[in-house]
């Protein structure tokens, strides 16, 4: 029951306070999920409580904190005492979550690094940006503080440079463009991202056309910011669906005609300032044989 300590308070907030294991950001998620009511009502993290109110719901005991290293190959492009920079494959989740803690591109950095863990949390140490599991290419990693620090100074300053190549499924009239529209939680389906959303985040992409066929384009893309599912979302919403995303409209057809297994997106290059020495690192990646197979398609 809310009484008057608690009254006008966040939810996620308040319940930080009742229970003192649980940080504001979990709070926040288990009461997205539903797992977390008032007065058997689910609302919003930013709920504002009153007296006489009941908090309802059951906290889920913490998961176990150690991650198991495992022998998983890594395609290494750069290493040093600071960072690591790999080339991701498709199908690997950058880092553990609800539902799978192996198999994970951590899992196998803890295994190669041996003096990762604890750099920047628990479950994903040294992980400054991510890669969507169904996406390729670059991706630095962090293997310091002192890296993980300079490094999110520098994604945050948005001076990091990210390029990737997407083929999709339309063929747009222009030879270039920007979007820049919020990206937030999709209003009915909670686990896809929306530029409709009713609370968004500013995200800007820029595109060009790098190379036509016949019913596809291969396009060129720089991120402006780094939102969740960024570039899928945008090229979705101005109707260019990356080709094989069966999530925002990839299309079956085209996919199967393809013989596409995953979203056609890769991150082809990666350009950033070293964080002990400011030196500018500049990283290139070739598209993976499965994309290029579909591009040699395409041009016969």
């Excluded at 176990?64 to 022998?71: F, K, R």
């Excluded at 310091?144 to 499924?169: G, N, P």
């Excluded at 686990?191 to 019913?215: N, Q």
Aim: one cysteine or more; hydrophobic letters at 40%; glycine letters at 8%.
């Amino acid at each position: 029951m809310v009484t008057e300590p608690l009254a006008g308070q966040r939810l996620d907030a308040a319940m930080a306070q009742i229970e003192p294991k649980l940080s504001r950001a979990a709070a926040r998620r288990l009461i997205e999920r539903g797992d977390i009511r008032v007065s058997g009502s689910q609302v919003k993290p930013a709920h504002r409580l009153r007296i006489g109110e009941r908090v309802e719901g059951r906290v889920p005991e913490p998961e176990p904190d150690s991650l198991a290293p495992e022998a998983i190959p890594l395609e290494i492009v750069y290493e040093d005492a600071q960072l690591i920079v790999v080339d991701k494959p498709a199908g690997m989740v950058v880092h553990p979550a609800a539902g799978q803690r192996s198999g994970t591109l951590v899992n196998a950095l803890l295994h190669h690094c041996h003096d990762l863990a604890g750099i920047g949390g628990v479950l994903r140490p040294g992980i400054v940006h991510r890669l969507d599991k169904g996406t390729s290419g670059l991706l630095v990693v962090a293997k310091t503080d002192l890296a993980h620090r300079k490094l999110s100074a520098q994604f945050k300053a948005r001076s990091i440079e990210r390029r990737y190549l997407a083929l999709v499924r339309e063929t747009p009239r222009a030879d270039e463009g920007s979007i820049d529209a919020p990206i937030g939680r999709h209003p009915t389906d909670r686990k896809r991202f929306s530029t409709r959303a009713r609370v968004g985040r500013r995200a800007v992409t820029h595109w060009w056309v790098e190379e036509r066929f016949k019913d596809a384009t291969l396009i060129g893309v720089r991120l402006e910011t780094g939102r969740t599912h960024q570039i899928r979302v945008h090229l979705a919403s101005v109707g260019l669906p990356v080709a094989g995303d069966p999530v925002y409209g990839g299309g079956r057809k085209v996919t199967a005609r393809l013989g596409l297994q995953r979203q056609a997106l890769h991150a082809v290059s990666l350009a950033f300032e070293h964080p002990a020495t400011g030196e500018r690192l500049s990283f290139e990646s070739e598209l993976p044989e499965d994309l290029a197979s579909v591009i040699a398609l395409l041009r016969r």
